[in-house]
Each structure stands twice: as C-alpha cells, then as structure tokens.
C-alpha cells in the first residue's frame, strides 16, 4: 500500500524533474494519468484501513462469542458426580419429546409434546427439506394420532 503511493509520488517526480507541463498534449494526458493514479492509490490505502478495522472487530466479536458459548454451554453437572444417572434424566425427559418421521425426506424430527395441546395454530417444518411435519390446524385426535404412530409417521415419544 505504502509502496503503491511511493511509486505515484516518483512518477510525480519524474513528471517535475522532465519539465512536463500541461502545454503539450502528451503533458496533459500524462498528469491526467498520474492524477488518477495518485486517487487510486488514496482509495487502496483507504480500503486498506477499512478492513484492518474490520478484522480487528470481528476479532473482538469472536472473542465475545467465544465467552458466550462457554458461559452458555458450560455443563450444569459433573459426569463424575455421583448424584448424576443417565436413567434418571432420561425418564424425566422421554414423555416431554416426539419424533416424526418427515413425510417428504423420512428424516426424523423432533419437538416438545406440548406443541400437540397447543390451542393456537401451530406448524412444525422439517428443518432437513422445509415440509410440514405437523400442523395442529388439521384436527389430528388421539385417534388419529395413534394411527400415525402405528403406520410410522410418528415414531415413538421419547428420546
């Protein structure tokens, strides 16, 4: 970069030191020339400035969400702690989550169980290819709900 404005500013030199003046034609396109040169230069070094700044925010930003992500997933237990039981956590959480299998991909989604006893318009999407997995709208009863587990579209509450 600073090479670059070195180099506009020995054509300048030159352009100085042989007399070229704007009299003759090849003066004019010359200065002209160097002119331009010097503006691109000046916006090369500008642009230069531009992303140093930009890399050393991004660099703070990657810091920040660095502490973040230790903060959030930082374990709320101690494997080796004798009160933690896979079983335990799992039976509390098996009956809380569903898994239906996406009718357009056969992907496996799951959400919360909740979402079924919901009143209000609900739509579950297949994040794998964006289809409706389920869509409370549509007056499933636990008849029919039932007959989706048996037929596989629902594969087992639980996780």
């Avoid at 502490?67 to 809380?96: K, N, T, V």
């Avoid at 009718?103 to 009143?119: A, Q, R, Y």
Wanted: hydrophobic share 35%; net charge negative; aromatic share 6%.
């Amino acid at each position: 970069m600073r090479n670059l404005k070195e180099k506009v500013a020995y054509l300048h030199g030159l352009t100085q030191g042989l007399n070229v003046n704007e009299h003759s034609s090849e003066g004019k396109v010359l200065l002209n020339i160097i002119d331009v040169l010097e503006s691109f230069a000046d916006e090369v070094q500008n642009v230069n400035l531009a992303q140093m700044e930009l890399e050393e925010y991004v660099e703070s930003i990657d810091e920040d969400l660095t502490d973040l992500e230790e903060q959030i997933y930082e374990e709320d237990f101690d494997e080796d702690d004798a009160d933690y039981d896979d079983d335990l956590y799992e039976e509390a959480y098996e009956d809380d989550i569903v898994e239906v299998a996406c009718p357009g991909c056969h992907e496996l989604v799951t959400f919360e169980s909740d979402i079924l006893d919901e009143d209000d318009d609900i739509e579950v999407t297949c994040p794998y290819c964006g289809g409706v997995v389920y869509d409370n709208a549509l007056d499933i009863t636990a008849d029919s709900l039932h007959d989706m587990r048996s037929s596989g579209h629902i594969m087992h509450p639980g996780v």
